[in-house]
């Protein structure tokens, strides 16, 4: 079955502080890994999409590195602010990579405090 | 450019009750995916539609139906809620099958 595994589920830094996400996924056969970014009560927001042959994608002070090989993820953010607290979630998209496709993870919870 | 938005926000229903749900995609996108959010099982695959056809669907029971019209707006209906059909119902809009999702704010589903 496919999964995706995300870590820590929750995460307080002090702002200015930087921090790592970590997703481990099972998913087969690999067509891309998605991080969003979720803000309480509101939709998931695209930070990054990486495809197979692609290791590192930046957006702006978020960075997201992926390793095919061991099937891991993560998203670095640099000099945290207030507003990056939110949950941040991995998907990983199977084969087509349609909707029915994606799994997702359940998310890393971030709470920047000042 | 207007982002996907859903309608009604908040919504709170009794135990047995229907509910319909409506997301109007962005502008010129043709497909549309509703998902179920809730804090346990993270996001769960509903339905897929494009071009007013239903393309796949989740592993839910056969009371969540969803629609899609000939503008790409998108309806989905839950008969006979249960408690545990309380989640965020969260739509997202592609410009095509397997282009990147724009997800909408979601409507808070409460059943009591």
């Known amino acids: 079955k496919n999964q995706v595994e995300q870590s820590p589920q929750s995460l307080i830094i002090l702002e200015g502080k930087n921090c790592t996400l970590q997703?481990?996924?099972?998913?087969?056969?690999?067509?891309?890994l998605r991080w969003y970014k979720q803000d309480t009560g509101r939709g998931p927001v695209s930070l990054t999409i990486?495809?197979?042959?692609?290791n590192t994608k930046s957006n702006g002070r978020y960075t997201a590195t992926l390793d095919a090989d061991t099937k891991q993820s993560s998203l670095h953010i640099t000099a945290s602010q207030l507003s990056d607290s939110a949950s941040y979630i991995c998907?990983?998209?199977?084969?087509?990579?349609?909707?029915?496709?994606?799994?997702f993870g359940t998310g890393t919870r971030l709470q920047v405090t000042l | 450019k207007a982002g996907v938005t859903q309608t009604p926000r908040y919504l709170i229903k009794t135990r047995g009750q229907q509910v319909t749900l409506s997301c109007s995609p962005i502008?010129?996108?043709?497909?549309v995916s509703w998902y179920q959010q809730t804090p346990g099982q993270g996001l769960q695959f509903l339905f897929e539609?494009?071009?007013?056809?239903?393309?796949n669907k989740g592993n839910f029971p056969g009371r969540f139906s969803g629609r899609q019209f000939s503008n790409s707006r998108s309806e989905m209906n839950v008969s006979t809620l249960e408690l545990g059909d309380s989640a965020l119902y969260l739509c997202?809009?592609?410009?095509?099958?397997?282009?990147?999702?724009?997800f909408g704010p979601g409507t808070r589903l409460t059943v009591t």
């Open positions: 502008s010129g996108h043709r497909s």
């Open positions: 998907v990983v998209s199977e084969g087509s990579g349609t909707a029915s496709k994606l799994t």
């Open positions: 990486m495809t197979f042959s692609e």
């Open positions: 997202a809009s592609s410009l095509l099958l397997s282009y990147e999702q724009y």
């Open positions: 539609y494009f071009s007013e056809t239903q393309r």
């Open positions: 997703c481990n996924y099972t998913v087969s056969p690999f067509s891309n």
